[in-house]
């Protein structure tokens, strides 16, 4: 092959790897959605803001992130859903909360975590954003300091908010359902060895392969690095892997700019309570079109659900801001490998042989 045959070869790769990384889907969502999920998120950080606890309205904002999970399915199908789901996300909070106090099993009890959110949610077919937000609020809570007198009352604010979402849903879907019909309650899918178990086994382990690699680089909040491993894994095939980790280092990286120039500006508790709010209507209606642009705000979101009530009085915004790219590009990197793993046949098939080895035949299909 000539010098030139393989340049024009290797344009023609570019264009198209451009095309898959800005393409934008066409979506039928609606913009209630993404308001009443902007309303799970800030109403608790305006409570917060009211009482002047907005360190209380972040737990109870984490919580309001169930919103996301509600389906199209009629109403009673949906409200016993999202309750399970509330329930679901509350329990893997608990957890993370209780995880703090034991740092040498952090990684361990993420990737249980992960594996078991994983099996439900693939037994029941639960697509976008999958285990995503379950794990997200396991690893912040593992990461936000506290004692052992703290938990009930952290755990509590949290269902709270999983409650305050159910009811902005409840009233969501009366109005919505009178401007469209629901989709019929799908049947439950065919839940295979694979998809449910060795799926869901590989990405707990390599949740907590990048975990463990964040905790021995001494990383100061290294929550962000499972969770961006997780988001990267979840794709249904290598191709989308691939183009989900470019689109969320790139977003990251303009997320990162735009929360240099927000967190930049003198925010008060009812500031921040607004921001979210913004952010939250802008990612609901984004990310079902193009997931690269949601990042950008789904960045400075999870640094002001993460760390917004210390922000000012730590580290500098910049040092802060270093850091969140490096833990997404971490997390990233490890997912792209899980994810390799994931959809090669060769390795699914010895990796399933040993786990069916491990497991009682009894409990195996």
């Known amino acids: 092959m000539s010098i030139g045959d393989a340049w024009t070869r290797f344009l023609a790769l570019m264009r198209s790897e451009w095309r898959q990384l800005t393409a934008v889907k066409a979506s039928d969502r609606r913009w209630q959605m993404p308001f009443g999920a902007a309303l799970a998120s800030g109403v608790p950080l305006m409570i917060g803001a009211w009482f002047g606890r907005l360190d209380y309205g972040l737990i109870s904002s984490l919580g309001g992130l169930v919103f996301v999970y509600m389906p199209r399915t009629p109403l009673h199908h949906r409200m016993v859903w999202l309750m399970a789901c509330a329930f679901g996300m509350t329990a893997c909070y608990a ?3 209780m995880s703090q106090f034991f740092p040498p099993l952090i990684a361990l009890l993420l990737a249980f975590i992960t594996i078991l959110a994983t099996m439900v949610l693939r037994y029941y077919g639960v697509g976008p954003p999958g285990s995503l937000f379950f794990i997200m609020a396991a690893a912040i809570a593992a990461y936000t300091p506290g004692d052992v007198l703290e938990i009930p009352r ?10 305050l979402a159910v009811m902005i849903a409840f009233f969501y879907s009366i109005h919505i359902l009178r401007r469209q019909a629901p989709q019929p309650v799908a049947a439950l899918p065919v839940a295979t060895f694979d998809n449910v178990v060795v799926d869901a086994v590989v990405i707990g382990i390599f949740v907590a392969i990048s975990l463990a ?17 997780l988001a990267v894994m979840q794709e249904m095939s290598l191709r989308a892997v691939w183009n989900k980790q470019l689109q969320r280092i790139a977003g990251t990286a303009l997320g990162l700019l735009l929360s240099l ?7 008060g508790h009812w500031g921040v309570a607004l921001l979210v709010t913004v952010l939250t209507f802008a990612i609901e209606t984004l990310v079902v079109r193009h997931y690269g642009l949601a ?3 789904i960045t400075p979101l999870t640094l002001l659900l993460g760390e917004a009530s210390g922000i000012g009085s730590g580290a500098p915004v910049a040092v802060m801001l270093q850091a969140r790219f490096l833990d997404t590009a971490l997390g990233c990197v490890v997912g792209l490998a899980g994810g390799a793993c994931i959809h090669s046949p060769g ?10 080895r491990l497991i009682p035949r009894r409990l195996t299909p």
């Open 95 to 97: 957890l993370g909360v």
């Open 154 to 163: 952290r755990v509590g604010l949290f269902a709270m908010g999983g409650l």
């Open 213 to 229: 690699l964040a905790q021995v680089l001494q990383l100061e909040r290294p929550y962000w690095v499972p969770v961006s491993c």
């Open 261 to 267: 120039a927000l967190l930049s500006l003198p925010f």
């Open 295 to 297: 990042v950008v705000f």
């Open 347 to 356: 390795f699914r098939s010895l990796f399933g042989r040993q786990l069916r």
